[in-house]
Nanobody, 121 residues
Framework: QVQLQASGGGLVQAGGSLTLSCAASGRIFGINSLGWFRQAPGKQRELVARVTSYGSPTYAEAAQGRFNISRDLDKDTVTLEMNSLQRDDTAVYYC???????????????WGQGTLVTVSS
């Protein structure tokens, strides 16, 4: 069973920085991408950033220029560096692992438990 363990959330003042980390464990097959999503109260879950197995990143417009995502395939980890945080960044952040598994079609998604980021005004 694949499991994702996220950490790094907390309380930070506007303009500050936080770094989120996620480690995957279990029987992991071909990795398509690693990424971070977030969900604010009353809103839908949205993509923040993702990075492919070969290192190509994708950022949401709100994260572009402020956040940086990186991954270590040898350790099955992904890190999200968040800078210049704003009140609108307040949300529960979820780690995502997208893989290809034997005998299963398409891409399979695994999710972490979520870590809360609160940005004070």
């Amino acid at each position: 069973q694949v499991q994702l363990q996220a950490s790094g959330g907390g309380l930070v003042q506007a303009g500050g920085s936080l770094t989120l980390s996620c480690a995957a464990s279990g029987r992991i097959f071909g990795i398509n991408s690693l990424g971070w999503f977030r969900q604010a109260p009353g809103k839908q879950r949205e993509l923040v950033a993702r990075v492919t197995s070969y290192g190509s990143p994708t950022y949401a417009e709100a994260a572009q220029g402020r956040f940086n995502i990186s991954r270590d395939l040898d350790k099955d980890t992904v890190t999200l560096e968040m800078n210049s945080l704003q009140r609108d960044d307040t949300a529960v952040y979820y780690c995502n692992l997208a893989v290809v598994e034997p005998d299963r079609p398409g891409i399979v998604d695994y999710w972490g438990q979520g870590t809360l980021v609160t940005v004070s005004s």
